[in-house]
């Protein structure tokens, strides 16, 4: 639980950057880039592999690729729109960044007993957690007539990161129960749909930029290298 209190309160302290300053920092990219590399690399080389030894490889890449479209498609349901904040953008976004926040609670504490990607996941998370709340927070200042409800909505949508944590260990102890391998094999691979989805949307802002693509690849192969050193 402490790595995703730390990551929730990372998300505010964005959030309060973002709601002050506005989502101005360029840092935040390097940063998103960075979070993103992680992420990807732990999907592609710790996850995917995992799920790989039940189901073969083209059946783990197969629910992997499949969650990611699925939260993909989610996610541009939910927020894809034409029209500034005020118009009625502000809701669809906070929900996605709910759904977003509890799928990293519940992988910062799947992965706490796992060398290696106990560590990698939550800095992956948290790099990626400081440009999240920054941008949520500016959003959520230019939605709310009010500092305290923008305050509160952004804090309270973060706040599912926890949720995600506290409810991790019950519900994967019963999945296991109910359907055995197969669950664990499912919440892998939303999780690792989850992180190819994040790593993708954190570096598609600033997609043309080189140095941002060079430090998400640097971080992507940096992960490769690690995980084939373990092996």
């Known amino acids: 639980m402490a790595a995703a209190w730390a990551l929730t309160l990372l998300a505010f302290a964005g959030v309060g950057a973002g709601l002050l300053l506005g989502h101005t920092w360029r840092l935040s990219h390097h940063l998103a880039a960075?979070?993103?590399?992680?992420?990807?690399?732990?999907?592609?080389?710790?996850?995917?592999?995992?799920?790989?030894?039940?189901?073969?490889?083209?059946?783990?890449?197969?629910?992997?690729?499949?969650?990611?479209?699925?939260?993909?498609?989610?996610?541009?349901?939910?927020s894809h729109s034409e029209h500034s904040p005020r118009n009625g953008i502000a809701g669809p976004l906070l929900a996605a960044t709910a759904i977003h926040s509890f799928l990293d609670g519940w992988s910062v504490r799947a992965f706490a007993i796992q060398p290696v990607a106990d560590v990698a996941v939550p800095i992956g998370l948290a790099l990626h957690k400081i440009p999240e709340g920054l941008a949520l927070g500016w959003i959520a200042r230019r939605s709310f007539l009010k500092v305290g409800k923008a305050v509160a909505a952004a804090a309270a949508v973060e706040a599912f990161t926890l949720a995600g944590a506290v409810i991790e260990p019950r519900a994967n102890r019963s999945g296991v129960a109910a359907f055995g391998e197969g669950w664990s094999a499912a919440v892998?691979?939303?999780?690792?749909?989850?992180?190819?989805?994040?790593?993708?949307?954190?570096?598609?802002?600033?997609?043309?930029?080189?140095g941002v693509v060079g430090l998400f690849v640097i971080t992507l192969l940096a992960v490769g290298g690690i995980a084939l050193l373990r092996r």
């Open 34 to 78: 960075i979070g993103g590399g992680v992420l990807c690399g732990i999907a592609l080389f710790w996850v995917i592999p995992e799920i790989a030894e039940s189901f073969g490889w083209i059946g783990s890449a197969s629910l992997a690729i499949g969650a990611c479209c699925a939260l993909a498609a989610l996610d541009w349901l939910l």
């Open 188 to 210: 892998l691979a939303v999780i690792a749909g989850s992180f190819l989805f994040l790593g993708v949307h954190a570096l598609a802002p600033a997609r043309k930029r080189a």
